[in-house]
């Protein structure tokens, strides 16, 4: 096998090209019918310029042709595939075959073929593309987190190691078998029979930047499933890239000596001891020096970029691949911030926008769709081989899968995720082409077969896993229906550090002691930021990472000390998850199952500052809060914080005092805020009042069985009054208006107060106030006494009972 190869085809220099490399100036004025007319433009005569226009091509073609197909869940690359397919024939320089870019449409023009893409302008972006796709895999390094390797169980590993050892078993088989067979023994001095052992490996590898890529499409990456399937695939690509540098050097020692093959595995050795002794050791002091919440210093990543630069060319000197050394050196970086993220903040844009697409174009504009033949040996042995290569994996993990019990929708959906093919894949067969391991008649069918590839995965892991269908709720997971005596479990979601005064304030509120105790589990989320694989941290049995980072460490403190406070009524646990924004909503929701949360806090997007004016608005966090609230196994908690300061007219009320409010309409989510509440009453120090609003009118949409309950959960409230620190008052309105005026009114009066959401439930008491509705998923009472416009202090927290 040779490793010298580059992308691209590599045609000597003109003169004109040269000449035109370095040139920016406009070409001086020529007579021509137009840009790819009759007339010769001599645009193309400069390099410079001929680049640009194949950038600017490719990258709108590309975008444009992508909107649409992206909302049929079409990857990206099957975008730049399919629309790019074309090829230029070495010998007579001309264009064979294509779609937008080739002979159907812009290839019809004679101009276009020589100019644009022709064959003396891919020695230009040829190692543009290659450098852009070695830039990829420094990126995909270092957002990988090798630690993972420790903490996979025995499942990951047995699926990780079996998708690699399958496939290289019966690829190896089949070729054995049909050398035999087919007579292709007589044949073993072609070149392309002699390096079919090398398609076997490239066959077997699953690339876990394309795996990364796949879930972070189909939105599972933090899902239980995604978590699987990314160590599965750490471990595979990490044992094939070891396979496919030790069948490097076997083939450097066949093809040419022992002792040279010898020379390079001492180098690789010796690159990979520095790599990990003394480049991430330097790292990791850059990452330590650089202060909490600073940025790393531009001296620091220019080095690192150039180290990059430096690992490529070495890598190339002992004969293997060159982007074996940047992959690596990405390995190397430690993942996250500051250093990780800082890398990924300054090339992952332009590599994975611009430079990458221009590799993934370029080797589907050296496709030849024309030149597909089945009925040749070379072609049909290979789709063969691919065939089997991928049953073999996807029986290796499908096997394993269900022997360890997973449900068969879920492994099946495995195996379909670790034999996707992406980026990675094309390039090895670009790679194989380049060597003339395979010839263009193959290198099309690998192309179109990881096309169809593309297009099948996608489709079946959606239709098969849906991580929604675990949170169901066959069980009753609230306030209201659990033991009144028994521990109160709750989940508290950290995203800011002014929200643990604000949680910590709302379960103090709740009054736990030994009789009513509280189980609190407490998750700080962090979005994903500098690496591919999500992280999820339980602080009972892991605090540091192993760049003896921690992580959520005033969070602990904090809630450390609220359980001293209250030793023996409250339970503390502590997680961390950093994962995408946009996935949060699966830990959130998979942890109050796992953990039979009763109720979920979640911080309202909003932040006020201290004078009551609304301070910033996060729509992420917006979005997130609405994925919960749809997906929840147990009741929700909207707490919105605006308790800043004190009330500004507590008459009468003790500085020690907190006075709650409770609005009572009726329904489901009434009657769980209600319980709710009334867990506050029961400490001394806090004053309920509960404001029922009466409807004059008759409800005609109200359920018999609901009002039979609200009346029943009334009646335990009226019966305690004067009993405890409640009081019941009750006010008769006739519409929305009537009811947002009480609300004004009384804002002022409250330290807290709590609503049920309500959420499309009609009611006399709301009618109109749905016209100004701004969150939908604060309801319409919510919405109001969230609204900007009430320069109040007092804090709201939204109930929303468990949705079945």
């Given at each position: ?9 590599s ?5 004109a ?10 070409p ?9 007319g ?5 645009w193309f005569?400069?390099t ?30 099957l ?12 010998q007579?320089?001309v ?7 080739g002979?159907?449409?812009?290839g019809?023009?004679n101009?276009?073929q ?27 390094g ?8 420790r903490?996979?169980?025995t499942?990951?590993?047995?699926i990780g190691v ?24 007589r044949?073993?001095?072609?070149a ?10 490239a ?9 990364a ?11 239980e ?5 990314l ?11 070891g396979?496919t ?5 076997i ?8 002792g ?10 010796l ?9 991430r ?18 001296f620091y990543?220019?080095l ?11 890598s ?17 970086v ?19 926008g611009v ?11 050296r ?7 089945l ?11 691919m ?5 073999a ?5 499908f096997?394993p899968?269900l ?12 195996s ?22 395979v ?8 192309v179109?077969?990881?096309i169809?590839?593309?297009i ?11 991580p929604?269908?675990?949170y ?6 609230n ?9 109160l479990p ?27 105790p509280?189980a609190?589990y407490?998750?700080?989320l962090i ?11 339980s602080?009972q ?6 760049a ?6 005033n ?34 929701c ?5 953990m ?5 806090i ?10 009551g ?6 729509p ?5 809060n609405?994925?919960v609230i ?5 009741s929700?908690?909207i707490?919105?914080?605006r ?11 003790s ?9 009572f ?25 509960v ?17 039979i309950?609200?009346?029943?959960v ?13 009081r019941?008052?009750e006010?008769?309105?006739k ?12 804002v ?10 309500r959420?499309?439930?009609?009611a ?16 319409l ?9 009430l ?7 939204v109930v929303q009972?468990?949705?079945?």
């Amino acid at each position: 096998m040779n490793t010298n190869a580059t992308i691209g085809p590599s045609p000597p220099q003109t003169n004109a090209q040269t000449a035109g490399f370095l040139c920016v100036r406009f070409p001086p004025k020529v007579h021509s019918t137009g840009l790819f007319g009759k007339g010769k433009s001599e645009w193309f005569t400069y390099t410079v310029p001929t680049l640009e226009m194949q950038m600017l091509l490719i990258f709108s073609v590309t975008q444009i042709l992508h909107l649409p197909l992206k909302r049929l869940g079409i990857p990206k690359l099957l975008s730049e595939l399919l629309f790019l397919l074309d090829t230029l024939t070495y010998q007579t320089r001309v264009t064979q075959a294509g779609v937008i870019l080739g002979s159907t449409f812009l290839g019809r023009y004679n101009h276009y073929q020589g100019t644009v893409f022709s064959l003396e302008s891919q020695g230009v972006i040829g190692p543009i593309a290659a450098f852009g796709y070695m830039l990829f895999m420094f990126l995909s390094g270092a957002k990988m987190d090798v630690s993972m390797i420790r903490k996979t169980g025995t499942k990951a590993w047995g699926i990780g190691v079996l998708n690699v050892i399958a496939p290289l078993v019966c690829g190896f088989f089949y070729v054995r078998i049909t050398e035999g067979t087919l007579g292709w023994g007589r044949h073993m001095k072609d070149a392309r029979v002699q390096n079919l052992p090398t398609l076997v490996i490239a066959n077997s590898v699953t690339a876990f930047p394309v795996i990364a890529l796949l879930l972070k499409d189909l939105k599972l990456l933090n899902s239980e499933l995604g978590r699987l399937a990314l160590s599965s695939t750490l471990i595979s690509y990490l044992l094939g890239t070891g396979i496919t540098v030790l069948g490097n050097v076997i083939d450097i020692g066949q093809q040419h000596s022992v002792g040279r093959a010898v020379v390079d595995l001492v180098l690789c050795v010796l690159f990979l001891a520095v790599t990990i002794y003394i480049v991430r050791p330097a790292m990791i002091w850059v990452a330590k020096q650089t202060p909490e919440g600073r940025p790393v210093k531009d001296f620091y990543t220019c080095l690192i970029i150039l180290g990059v630069m430096v690992s490529s060319v070495f890598s190339h000197y002992f004969e293997q691949t060159a982007i074996f050394g940047p992959f690596i050196m990405g390995l190397a970086v430690p993942e996250g911030p500051p250093l990780g993220s800082a890398l990924v903040d300054k090339l992952e844009s332009f590599a994975y926008g611009v430079f990458l697409p221009l590799f993934v174009s370029l080797n589907a504009l050296r496709t030849n769709l024309m030149a597909i033949d089945l009925k040749k040996k070379n072609a049909g042995r290979n789709k063969n081989l691919m065939a089997v290569t991928s049953a073999a994996k996807l029986l290796g993990c499908f096997l394993p899968a269900l022997y360890c019990n997973m449900p068969l929708n879920d492994a099946v959906s495995l195996s379909f995720i670790m034999i996707a093919k992406g980026v990675v894949d094309l390039a090895s067969y670009s790679f194989l082409r380049d060597n003339n391991t395979v010839s263009a008649n193959s290198y099309a069918v690998l192309v179109v077969a990881t096309i169809m590839n593309a297009i099948t995965v996608p489709i079946v892991v959606k239709w098969l896993y849906e991580p929604s269908r675990k949170y169901a709720g066959y069980q009753n997971r609230n306030i209201m229906h659990s033991k009144q005596t028994s521990k109160l479990p709750v989940l508290a979601c950290i995203h800011r550090p002014d929200n643990i005064a604000a949680v910590l304030k709302l379960l103090e509120a709740s009054s736990p002691s030994s009789e009513y105790p509280l189980a609190v589990y407490v998750l700080h989320l962090i979005e994903l930021h500098g690496r591919a694989s999500p992280v999820f941290i339980s602080h009972q049995l892991q605090t540091r990472t192993v760049a003896n980072v921690s992580y959520s460490e005033n969070v602990i403190l904090a809630f450390s000390q609220y359980e001293r406070n209250n030793w023996g009524a409250v339970m503390v646990q502590a997680f961390t998850a950093i994962s995408p924004r946009k996935l949060m909503h699966e830990d959130i929701c998979t942890l109050a199952l796992d953990m039979l949360a009763s109720i979920i806090i979640i911080p309202f997007h909003r932040q006020w500052g201290i004078d009551g004016s609304v301070e910033a608005e996060d729509p992420g966090l917006r979005t997130l809060n609405r994925s919960v609230i749809d997906r929840a196994p147990c009741s929700i908690g909207i707490l919105v914080d605006r308790g800043h300061l004190k009330r500004s007219n507590s008459i009468g009320m003790s500085e020690k005092s907190y006075s709650v409010a409770m609005i009572f309409i009726g329904g489901k989510d009434d009657q769980e805020a209600l319980i709710f509440a009334k867990r506050m009453a029961r400490n001394p120090s806090i004053t309920l009042t509960v404001v029922h609003l009466a409807s004059t009118v008759v409800d005609q949409a109200s359920n018999e069985k609901d009002k039979i309950i609200d009346a029943e959960v009334l009646n335990d409230v009226k019966h305690n009054v004067g009993h405890s620190y409640i009081r019941y008052v009750e006010e008769e309105v006739k519409d929305g208006s009537e009811s947002a005026l009480i609300l004004r009114d009384m804002v002022h009066q409250y330290d807290l107060i709590i609503v049920g959401r309500r959420y499309n439930v009609p009611a006399p008491q709301t009618v109109g106030l749905g016209d100004w509705n701004e969150d939908g998923e604060l309801g319409l009472l919510g919405d109001l006494l969230a609204s900007s416009d009430l320069k109040c202090r007092a804090s709201v927290l939204v109930v929303q009972q468990q949705q079945k």
